[in-house]
C-alpha cells in the first residue's frame, strides 16, 4: 500500500473542497484551483479530511494511488500558503529587470530577453540577480520558472547562468595549459 496514498489530507478552515464526479474544485484564500482527476480512484470526502484509496491492487491504479492524493494535497497548500520559486543569476553584468508585468533579462546576449508571465503567476525581482515566481499552482510556478532557467542553464566551467537557489552546480576543471 502506497504510504504517501494512505495518508489522509486534512482541508484547514477556511477551505472549501467540492467533488463532482471525477472533477475537484478547491477554493481558499488565494484562489481557486480545480483539477480532473482519475476516474478510477476513489475520493471520499468527510468533514475536514479527504482520503483516496484505490479499487485494485493493479499497478495502473497503485501508480495513480499516491499520485492523485499528492495532487488535491498541492491544490489545498495552493490555495492557503502559495508556492514560490526563487531563481539566481551568476555571471558578470547578469541582471533581471521588471517593466511593467514583464520580465526582462540581460544575460549576454545581443538583445535582452523579455518574458510575460501567465496571468495567474506573480513575477517579483527583488535584487537584479534575483527572480522570485509565485502562485497558487505548484505546477505552473515549477514550469514558468524551468522556462526561464532553460534560456541560459549553468554552465559546468564557470557556473554562469540562470540557476534555482540552493541549486548545486558540478563544476568541471579546465584545460591544463601546456
Do not use: C, W
Not at 539566481?88 to 526582462?104: D, F, I, P, S, W
Not at 495567474?120 to 514550469?143: A, M
Not at 522556462?147 to 540557476?163: A, H, L, S
Request: charged share 25%; proline share 7%; aromatic share 6%.
Amino acid at each position: 500500500m502506497s504510504r504517501t496514498g494512505r495518508k489522509a489530507i486534512i482541508v484547514p478552515q477556511g477551505v472549501q473542497v467540492l467533488l463532482e464526479g471525477n472533477i475537484i474544485f478547491v477554493k481558499g484564500p488565494k484562489g481557486q484551483l480545480s483539477r480532473e482527476l482519475p476516474p478510477e480512484i476513489i475520493i471520499e470526502q468527510e468533514e475536514d479530511r479527504i482520503s483516496v484509496k484505490r479499487p485494485t491492487d493493479s499497478p495502473r491504479h497503485r501508480a495513480l494511488h499516491g499520485l492523485t492524493r499528492t495532487l488535491i494535497y498541492n491544490m489545498v497548500v495552493g490555495v492557503t500558503d502559495g508556492y514560490s520559486r526563487v531563481l539566481e543569476l551568476y555571471g558578470v553584468g547578469y541582471r533581471a529587470t521588471k517593466q511593467g508585468n514583464n520580465l526582462v533579462l540581460n544575460i549576454g546576449f545581443s538583445h535582452p530577453v523579455v518574458f510575460e508571465p501567465d496571468p495567474n503567476l506573480e513575477i517579483e525581482v527583488p535584487s537584479n540577480t534575483r527572480i522570485v515566481v509565485k502562485g497558487i499552482d505548484k505546477q505552473q510556478v515549477g514550469n514558468y520558472a524551468a522556462v526561464v532557467r532553460r534560456i541560459y542553464p549553468p554552465e559546468p566551467y564557470k557556473g554562469k547562468g540562470i540557476r534555482y537557489e540552493n541549486e548545486k552546480v558540478r563544476r568541471k576543471v579546465g584545460k591544463s595549459g601546456k
